[in-house]
């Protein structure tokens, strides 16, 4: 027993050791259920310790959660402990039943805590909680990983190892010299932490983390399964992921994630988003990681969403099409184990002496046994006959119903396969084609007028090419009568050649338009909208309750007439310019997704190769938002409030609620006759982003200057976000190479 003096002015007897570290180990003190002591080991205890603890001494972060359950949220220094004037270690508040967070979320640890979903989105809530208070002093953990937060039966976290966070005091800096590699983001990989400036950015990655994990069973986001069995890594897979931006549980070709993980459908959207913000975007832009704050508050939303299941033992989320915690035998309920049966010769009755105990029970003699003869050998049947249920009549032989069913299917895919090809627009625009020759050699112009239009309708782009060989060879009969003298032929054959001079330009101009099946003129088949010229406000809608700060201040923009995309771009349009579809909802009328503002910008270059003055471009994020209002001021261009059936996303009551994109155009168009500005898929615009606007254009063109670095904004929100994120004004960012099957484009033209 050592007798210590706080700087608080009080005296401490230790006790008991309860743990020993590198650095020190922890004593009780006697007549303090409260309170531990931390002793450093000898050449630990060093002045800059004792200055850096000082620091914090001075300046403590808010304890939320000791001021509503008298707990501790973290284990901040309550005084300096002295031995003989000389400093020796700190004093911090005591945590009884805590355990590591690896218990919240590891069903097969030790000491597993026994949470469910809701209870595991408690503590995530907490954990952010107490970060934050770390983030809004200036302070950095540094060493976030699950050894260093300790969780309560009642979902209550702590932050512990506080000595070895990172602190500012003026102008100098205590780094923090430790940390673990799988809760450590890419640009700190490798390197030596005591020689590193940690800040808030490194915490949110370890706080994704953690709240991925907590969300997600235990598995690590960047535990990916590699899909080739033969395929190696030179060391772990979570960690060569982080070093390689590699989120398992997105496309990617090399990786999956683990089988038995929940999918990123069983989350909210909101926490999708988010995410993918961390894991994705805030690869090459750590600055988009979510902060602590924005976890809380998303967490929050997202947990007063939650339902039990149709068994009623789990939760889910209400747009879920099942519930993985049913489908999942880890958190099923384990089956009864069998009796063991006694064996023959057990005792049975009273045991012990002068009892008597059985015997083996003889069988009495019976026949001698023979053998059966040899059964003969089962006809082997054919594979795909094991299929047929066992009631299956006898007398129906199953050899032949296989036979005739193939025979059925083959007839059936020929006949679809002609069906299709007959009807392809070039085979129709041929025929019809065919109709419009023989009706000219048969000095049918009515018939020929008539077949013509029907074949325009099925391919223009054939239509064209032949009015404008008609017109030619109507033109040298016209040279030819003129050489001939014959005065009136010449004038004739003029009027005809005209004629299909006509017919070609009607049809180029809607070869134009609709476009045909390759080639990237035509692969906008959609019509572009005149948007009016026009003043408006832009920013935070009026009787909006909650507005982000990017959004404010609502300033005028005034704005030149221009042409606008009446739907969204198509995957038909985009595969016929890129010759792929990276959808994934595949549908060749469903708005293309899965595209970057990077492959966008190639997609409009591919546009413009031939030369189209104006040229296709996005619009910009002031052209983007004064469309989508239509000369509205409401926070949706219908209303105040989302309504029901105005938009494909997570909530609004339409046919693909939640689930995937619709088909362009399923909704009912704004005033201006643009389909599908709020949800669906959202679209990148031209502008990067800014963090307010504050100093934008007034006219309405792409705002270059101070921009947060490599970011650009799409807006509109998506089919898996909530209503509340589908608002006229509402804006959303992420970097150029960010992909995902929310995101797709929409294109303009000047006037």
Known sequence: MTLLTGTDGETYRTQDELARGGEGIILTLEGRADCLAKIYLSGQAT????????????????????????????????????????????????????????????????????????????????????????????????????????????GLVTL??????????????????????????????????????????????????????LLMDGFHPFAGALRDPRDSLPGKADEWCIQHGIFPWRKDRRFRKPPAARGLDTLDPTLRHLFDRCFVGGHTTPALRPSAKEWLDVLNLAQQRLVRCAAGTHWRY?????????????????????????????????????????VPVTPPPSAPIRPLPPRPAATPVPAVARVLPAWWPVWLNRERVVAVGGALALTALAALVYYRWSTQPAVLAASYLAQARA???????????????????????????????????????????????????????????GHWDAKARAAKRL?????????????????????PGGSFLMGCSPGEPRCPDDEKP???????????????????????VMGEDPARFKRGDRPVEGVSWDDAQEFLQRLNAEGQTPPYRLPTEAEWEYASRADTRTIYWWGQGPGQ????????????????????????????????????????????????YTGAPADGTEWRETCVESTRVYRGGSWDDPPDRLGCARRAWGPPALRGDHLGLRVARDL
Request: proline share 8%; net charge positive; aromatic share 8%.
């Open 554 to 576: 609502a300033r005028r923009v005034n704005l030149r007439p221009f042409l606008m995309g009446r739907y969204e771009v198509t995957q038909a349009q985009w595969k016929a």
């Open 511 to 531: 070869f134009l338009a609709t476009g045909p099946r390759r080639g990237p003129v035509g692969a906008l088949a959609q019509e572009l909208v005149e948007v």
């Open 645 to 692: 059936g105005q938009a494909d996303c997570t909530g609004c009551g339409g046919p693909w609620d939640g689930r995937k994109t619709a088909p362009v155009g399923s909704f009912k168009p704004n005033p201006f006759g643009l389909y599908d500005t709020a949800g669906n898929i959202a679209e990148w615009v031209q502008d990067c982003y800014h963090a307010n």
């Open 160 to 213: 512990v190892d506080t000595d070895s966070f990172q602190v500012r005091a003026g102008q100098t800096l205590y780094r923090c010299p430790v940390g673990v590699p799988e809760y450590t983001p890419r640009e700190l990989q490798g390197l030596r932490f005591d020689q590193v400036d940690r800040s808030p950015e490194h915490d949110r990655f370890g706080l994704a983390v953690l709240v991925f994990q």
């Open 47 to 154: 002045e800059a310790r004792a200055a850096k603890l000082r620091a914090m001494l001075a300046d403590p972060p808010r304890d939320e959660m000791r001021e509503r359950f008298s707990h501790a949220s973290i284990t901040w220094p309550l005084a300096l402990l002295q031995e003989d004037g000389h400093f020796v270690g700190y004093l911090m508040p005591r945590i009884d039943g805590g355990r590591s967070l690896l218990n919240a979320y590891n069903p097969r640890a030790r000491d597993a805590l026994e949470l469910d979903w809701h209870a595991r989105h408690q503590v995530a809530k907490n954990l952010c909680t107490a970060l934050h208070a770390l983030h809004v002093k200036g302070y950095v953990m540094g060493d976030v990983n699950p050894r260093n937060i300790l969780v309560t039966t009642r």
């Open 439 to 497: 009706a000219l050699a048969g000095g049918s112009a009515t018939a020929a007028d008539l077949a013509l239009q029907r074949a325009a309708v099925s391919a223009p782009a054939q239509v064209a090419a032949f009015a404008a060989d008609r017109a030619d060879l109507y033109r040298e009969l016209a040279r030819r009568a003129q050489a001939d003298g014959e005065t009136d032929k010449v004038e004739l054959a003029l009027d005809q050649a």
């Open 318 to 358: 209400p747009e879920g099409e099942f519930c993985h915690a049913c489908r999942t035998p880890s958190h099923r309920p384990a089956p009864r184990r069998p009796r063991a049966r006694a064996p023959a010769t057990a005792p049975i009755g009273p045991t012990g002496p002068g009892a008597v105990s059985a």
